[in-house]
């Protein structure tokens, strides 16, 4: 296989897919060398098959809002691959949803899943309805006729969806209580439910807590302690507030957060206290960051993404796809920063990414930093499965040794030398080995 001439193929199929494409490119160059020692692999054409989706869902969302007009959305389900397991990915609500985004989601997905070491599949979906400004009756209607339509290609065994951008515990619950509804079951076939329906504890934290606790372990491999160390955040939803929780309770400063408005600095980072009203504001009132700035005075720089804005140790982009470019990882090194942990989805772009490797820092890509919270869902599966709950400490301790052993995966695989491990070779190697191994062994389907 040659990673050029399969992205030639792919460019030529799918033009008007440039994430997907994104995504794919960065998996095929790095696992080219490898994939290449199996001749087998490209016998029953591996490659080809691992990159398209088992299937792809998109329909129409009719809904009615509150002055009674009838709005109508798209909306997907990209079921990638369960060679591993059920497919499992979350949902997300924005307005620049579309298929090349969810493709790309999904296919990122199905190696994240693999590495988490659970049995899940990959998987996306979502909808072009953005949640922001809507009232919650609006909510409610659009979840509900959103899984009206979905629900039949989900179950407990077959594909069981969970949160992502602009959907968190209201949106889950109102999805699974319509799916509970038409299905007529209590399945767990929704992760990130409420707690007094099935939902696992330490799931809300889970992937901001998870990227800490993989942090530790790169930091741990040139010895650097977090304590004291200038954070810079992107985002303020469930990722980005959770890995600022963590990271205050470890002794590092968080000195920025952002929202699609703009970016606050805080050059002393975070008190416990500010961080609660940024909760509050995020998840109670629905507001701005902005707001954060009328309320304890501090630079906000609207239109603003953080990493330009000062010089940090280390960044935690938390928001979104390609949110921190080729000029943002320059200043980020020129201000000496040294390691770059992604709570988000492919949120560097390849000049990015290749600048971070090339300087040889400490660089995470999102499907290992980020998987704890898939990995956190897998269990909440399991307590579904069990009906069990586990304690938040058992689930905690679990989520520490998930990251740990994806942090084993990617030295095993990315080691370059005694000094470097290429995360991103490590992870999308680890992730491919165990799919492809698993698709082999069951047949051209
Ligand atoms: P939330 O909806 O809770 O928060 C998203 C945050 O990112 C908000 O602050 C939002 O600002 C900001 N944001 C979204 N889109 C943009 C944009 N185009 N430009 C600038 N800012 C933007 O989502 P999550 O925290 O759940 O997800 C964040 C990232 O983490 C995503 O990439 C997601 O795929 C990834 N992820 C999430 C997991 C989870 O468990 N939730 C698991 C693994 C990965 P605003 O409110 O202004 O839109």
């Not at 809904?63 to 997300?92: L, T």
């Not at 000062?310 to 080729?326: H, K, V, Y």
Request: charged share 25%; aromatic share 10%.
């Amino acid at each position: 296989m040659k990673a050029s001439e399969v992205m030639a193929d792919l460019r030529s199929r799918f033009p008007a897919e440039p994430e997907y494409l994104q995504a794919v490119e960065e998996v095929l160059n790095s696992i080219e060398d490898v994939y290449n020692e199996y001749p087998e692999f490209e016998r029953w054409n591996l490659v080809e098959r691992l990159c398209l989706p088992d299937r792809i869902l998109s329909f129409r969302v009719s809904w009615v809002d509150d002055q009674g007009r009838v709005r109508n959305n798209m909306g997907y389900r990209i079921q990638h691959s369960n060679a591993i397991g059920p497919y499992k990915g979350g949902i997300r609500f924005h307005a620049s949803v579309n298929q090349s985004i969810l493709k790309f989601l999904a296919f990122e997905q199905t190696f994240k899943n693999a590495l988490t070491t659970l049995a899940m599949g990959g998987a996306k979906g979502g909808s072009d309805f953005s949640p922001r400004g809507k009232s919650d009756m609006e909510i409610m209607r659009f979840c509900q006729a959103f899984i009206a339509e979905l629900w039949r290609q989900l179950g407990p065994d077959t594909d069981v969806p969970a949160g992502d951008i602009g959907v968190g515990a209201r949106e889950v619950g109102y999805m699974f209580g319509m799916y509970k509804k038409m299905a007529r079951e209590f399945s767990g076939t929704f992760t990130g439910k409420g707690l007094d329906f099935g939902g696992s504890l330490i799931r809300p934290e889970a992937t901001g807590y998870g990227n800490v606790y993989f942090l530790q372990q790169m930091l741990a491999t040139r010895g650097i302690d977090i304590k004291g160390k200038r954070v810079a955040i992107s985002g303020s939803g469930n990722v980005a507030t959770y890995t600022a929780q963590k990271l205050l309770q470890l002794g590092a400063k968080v000195v920025t957060m952002s929202d699609s408005g703009g970016t606050i600095y805080v050059p002393d980072g975070l008190t416990d206290e500010q961080l609660d009203y940024i909760f509050e504001l995020k998840n109670l009132y629905r507001g701005r960051i902005s707001e954060f700035a009328d309320r304890y005075p501090c630079e906000y720089h609207p239109g603003k993404r953080p990493w330009q804005l000062a010089s940090f140790d280390i960044a935690m982009p938390s928001a979104t796809q390609n949110e921190l470019d080729g000029d943002d990882a320059r200043a980020l090194l020129q201000g000496g920063c040294f390691a770059v942990s992604e709570g988000a989805n492919m949120p560097s772009t390849p000049e990015a990414v290749k600048a971070f490797i090339d300087a040889r820092i400490l660089y995470a890509p999102g499907k290992a930093a980020n998987a704890g919270g898939v990995s956190v869902s897998g269990l909440e599966m399991a307590q579904n499965a069990q009906k069990l709950t586990w304690t938040a400490q058992e689930v905690d301790d679990y989520l520490r040794r998930i990251m740990a052993d994806i942090h084993a995966q990617c030295e095993r695989y990315g080691r370059v030398d005694s000094s470097y491990i290429n995360y991103v070779k490590g992870a999308n190697t680890a992730g491919f080995m165990k799919v492809a191994r698993a698709m082999m062994a069951q047949g051209i389907l």
